[in-house]
């Protein structure tokens, strides 16, 4: 089936678990005509998309194999324990490194098979948010100070010269609508047209009239 050669191209947006990108969405939808195509990838897979072409773009968590990708960091996340509600850590309102390696049975991979080992004891360790994202009621998770946090980046090929990509950045970054763009550069774009503000003039002052001696 062929595209329709009037709608416009959009982006293919891989992330991975935990990383929420309604915001962005929001601000691309509001300034673009071209739709967003987001996906969830699996952290082990976060890279395949880009190298093999399916993905334009891709939140990844670091280290990466950077050769080839342009990578921007965005934020750190902090790393929690996920424990069964019974667990002995669930009393805990913080934990430390140390407490956590302690233990037994230590994960660090999310998949069905780790949470039903969390369910019979086991400590799995990952970013917070996907331990609150998952919510779930026969689990809890306890933040560790200590912990080195998972920086989360956005990456994409260096050979690809598509322009939404740039435009795409500026709206993670937080670029304003009109900063640094043309509307000509807009409209190849295919980015909706900003509206101008429009100017009021302030009523003039009443001149002071002097009246003589």
Same mark, same amino acid.
């Given at each position: 089936?062929?595209?329709?050669?009037?709608?416009?191209?959009?982006?293919?947006?891989? /992330?991975?678990?935990?990383?929420?990108?309604? #915001? !962005?969405?929001?601000?691309?939808?509001?300034?673009?005509?071209?739709?967003? /195509?987001?996906?969830?990838?699996?952290?082990?897979?976060?890279? @395949?998309?880009?190298?093999?072409? %399916?993905?334009?773009?891709?939140?990844?968590?670091?280290?990466?194999?950077?050769?080839?990708?342009?990578?921007?960091?965005?934020?750190?996340?902090?790393?929690?324990?996920?424990?069964?509600?019974?667990?002995?850590?669930?009393?805990?309102?913080?934990?430390?490194?140390?407490?956590? %390696?302690?233990?037994? @049975?230590?994960? @660090?991979?999310?998949?069905?098979?780790?949470?039903?080992?969390?369910?019979?004891?086991?400590?799995?360790?990952?970013?917070?948010?996907?331990?609150?994202?998952?919510?779930?009621?026969?689990?809890?998770?306890?933040?560790?100070?200590?912990?080195?946090?998972?920086?989360?980046?956005?990456? !994409?090929?260096?050979?690809?010269?598509?322009?939404?990509?740039?435009?795409?950045?500026?709206?993670?970054?937080?670029?304003?609508?009109?900063?640094?763009? @043309?509307?000509?550069?807009?409209?190849?774009?295919?980015?909706?047209?900003?509206?101008?503000?429009?100017?009021? #003039? #302030?009523?003039?002052?009443?001149?002071?009239?002097?009246?003589? /001696?």
């Amino acid at each position: 089936m062929s595209e329709n050669p009037s709608t416009p191209l959009g982006l293919r947006i891989g /992330h991975v678990r935990g990383v929420v990108l309604h #915001k !962005w969405q929001r601000t691309w939808e509001e300034r673009f005509r071209n739709p967003l /195509h987001i996906s969830e990838v699996a952290d082990e897979e976060q890279l @395949t998309g880009l190298r093999e072409g %399916s993905l334009d773009m891709c939140f990844v968590r670091l280290p990466i194999d950077r050769e080839g990708l342009h990578a921007i960091p965005l934020y750190e996340e902090q790393m929690v324990a996920w424990v069964a509600k019974d667990h002995l850590f669930a009393a805990a309102d913080e934990l430390t490194m140390a407490e956590v %390696s302690a233990e037994e @049975t230590v994960l @660090t991979e999310l998949d069905a098979i780790a949470i039903d080992r969390v369910l019979v004891g086991a400590v799995l360790v990952v970013p917070m948010s996907i331990a609150r994202g998952a919510s779930r009621r026969d689990l809890v998770y306890r933040p560790i100070t200590d912990a080195e946090p998972s920086p989360v980046a956005l990456a !994409w090929r260096m050979d690809d010269e598509n322009p939404l990509l740039d435009e795409f950045v500026g709206v993670v970054r937080g670029r304003s609508a009109n900063s640094s763009r @043309t509307e000509k550069e807009r409209a190849a774009s295919g980015s909706k047209p900003v509206k101008a503000r429009p100017q009021t #003039k #302030k009523p003039s002052r009443p001149r002071k009239v002097r009246r003589g /001696h």
